[in-house]
């Protein structure tokens, strides 16, 4: 697959995520008692990518919520009007001893097109832009390393959009978002928008998921 050879010669690159900025107490201190390290991504519906993460070796814990937008405490409700600035992103704790950086961009640029505007498949709007939150300079570098890369080597047929943005906060979801995937299969969203991405992840990925 064209995108896998196009960012497989970043991975040997060695993520130190010190140096977090802006991170809450709480995180901080989640990081030092479980040494673990955040990455913040967007790229559409929450519930999709929430459930490809959770998959992931060297993941520990992936949570919904909103990020980027002016909205103290957004709703979903206030979300989905596209006026509150935020996109539905994912936090990732993860141990990059297990699982790096690089990696888990790979990832993020493989299950969602990163070169639509404000939009997902049928999700349309500033609230499913294509996003990384880069908590310090060095995840900041190598998510654009990694874009100039798949541009260059015209992985997609059009330019990458996708926004690399300082994370400022992260708004947790409600309680009903969480899990959403493994919660409600059964749902009709899920049937037919998140179980092709989980199983072209499957198929790609296998050397990734937990056991």
Same mark, same amino acid.
């Given at each position: 697959?064209?995108?896998?050879?196009?960012?497989? $010669?970043? %991975?040997?690159?060695?993520?130190? *995520? @010190?140096?977090?900025? =802006?991170?809450?107490?709480?995180?901080?201190?989640?990081?030092?008692?479980?040494?673990?390290?955040?990455? @913040?991504?967007? /790229? /559409?519906?929450?519930?999709?990518?929430?459930?490809?993460?959770?998959? %992931?070796?060297?993941?520990?814990? !992936?949570?919904?919520? &909103?990020? /980027?937008?002016? =909205?103290?405490?957004?709703? &979903?409700?206030?979300? *989905?009007? /596209?006026?509150?600035?935020?996109?539905?992103? !994912?936090?990732?704790?993860?141990?990059?001893?297990?699982?790096?950086?690089?990696? %888990?961009?790979?990832?993020?640029? @493989?299950?969602?097109?990163?070169?639509?505007? +404000?939009?997902?498949? +049928?999700?349309?709007? @500033?609230?499913?832009?294509?996003?990384?939150?880069?908590?310090?300079?060095?995840?900041?570098?190598?998510?654009?390393?990694?874009?100039?890369? %798949?541009?260059?080597?015209?992985?997609?047929?059009?330019? $990458?959009?996708?926004?690399?943005?300082?994370?400022?906060?992260? &708004?947790?979801?409600?309680?009903?978002?969480?899990?959403?995937?493994?919660?409600?299969?059964?749902?009709?969203?899920?049937?037919?928008? $998140?179980?092709?991405?989980?199983?072209?992840?499957?198929? $790609?990925?296998?050397? &990734?998921?937990?056991?």
């Amino acid at each position: 697959m064209r995108f896998v050879a196009a960012v497989s $010669i970043l %991975l040997f690159l060695v993520i130190s *995520c @010190t140096n977090q900025t =802006k991170t809450t107490k709480s995180e901080k201190k989640l990081m030092q008692t479980e040494n673990l390290q955040i990455a @913040t991504f967007g /790229g /559409g519906c929450f519930w999709c990518i929430e459930t490809i993460f959770q998959q %992931l070796k060297g993941v520990t814990r !992936v949570e919904s919520g &909103y990020s /980027g937008g002016h =909205k103290e405490n957004p709703t &979903y409700k206030e979300v *989905c009007t /596209g006026t509150t600035g935020h996109a539905e992103v !994912v936090q990732i704790y993860y141990d990059e001893n297990s699982i790096s950086f690089a990696q %888990l961009l790979k990832v993020f640029f @493989t299950v969602h097109d990163p070169t639509t505007p +404000n939009r997902q498949g +049928n999700d349309i709007g @500033t609230q499913y832009r294509s996003v990384v939150f880069y908590h310090n300079e060095t995840q900041k570098s190598l998510t654009e390393q990694i874009i100039n890369q %798949l541009n260059e080597a015209k992985v997609y047929q059009n330019p $990458i959009v996708t926004a690399v943005s300082p994370f400022e906060k992260f &708004y947790k979801a409600e309680d009903y978002h969480q899990d959403y995937y493994n919660l409600n299969p059964e749902q009709s969203y899920c049937k037919l928008v $998140i179980q092709p991405k989980v199983e072209k992840f499957e198929k $790609i990925f296998k050397e &990734y998921i937990k056991e």
